[in-house]
């Protein structure tokens, strides 16, 4: 065989490998983004229900009924209106697929990087997510920036660091496993 020949058969073999990959890579990615999301979320929406129940700076279901307002509009977060099924129902749903997205994009952002790096980008992609929700969101949705404050700063940075450091923690015993390293 000739060093062209060789040449040409590893790089058929390595691109039906290539092809193979990342198919795999992205379905890990989804599921790994699912569970990483589901629970930042969880902690995001509880940490900030609880931090408004404590301060008194609004009422335990603001978190809530401000997410359900992106898909119910303004009228879900007037003090006035009872809050009902529908509007936790929704703004549950919203948080979590809003968070399963948000943990998706991030794990691609950190998937090579050192524990450390990842949890200071999460941190700061935590405060990018602040920024669009509170300032991007309130050019369509202008009640959102009635809520703007260091409880939903804090949240949205605690969400980053928490999706960060636990897909960080996933990717790392994936890729012991793949080693042989660990079951």
């Not at 990483?36 to 940490?47: M, N, Q, R, Y």
């Not at 007037?78 to 809050?83: C, H, L, R």
């Not at 929704?90 to 990087?113: C, E, H, K, P, T």
């Not at 969101?137 to 809520?147: H, I, Q, R």
Request: cysteine-free.
């Amino acid at each position: 065989m000739t060093t062209q020949s060789i040449k040409v058969a590893t790089e058929g073999m390595s691109s039906i490998g290539r092809d193979q990959v990342p198919e795999r890579k992205r379905i890990t990615r989804w599921i790994k983004g699912g569970w990483v999301g589901a629970v930042a979320g969880a902690l995001f929406i509880t940490v900030e229900m609880f931090l408004f129940a404590a301060t008194g700076e609004g009422s335990l279901w603001e978190p809530v009924r401000l997410s359900a307002s992106i898909t119910m509009g303004s009228r879900v977060v007037a003090t006035s209106a009872p809050f009902t099924f529908d509007i936790f129902f929704i703004g549950m749903l919203v948080d979590f697929v809003l968070s399963i997205l948000y943990a998706v994009i991030l794990g691609m952002i950190i998937r090579n990087r050192q524990p450390g790096a990842a949890v200071l980008v999460g941190a700061i992609f935590g405060l990018a997510l602040y920024g669009l929700h509170f300032y991007g969101l309130a050019m369509v949705y202008p009640w959102v920036a009635n809520a703007r404050g260091w409880i939903a700063v804090a949240a949205h940075v605690l969400f980053g660091v928490s999706a960060a450091w636990m897909y960080n923690h996933l990717h790392v015993r994936e890729l012991m496993r793949e080693a042989g390293l660990s079951r």
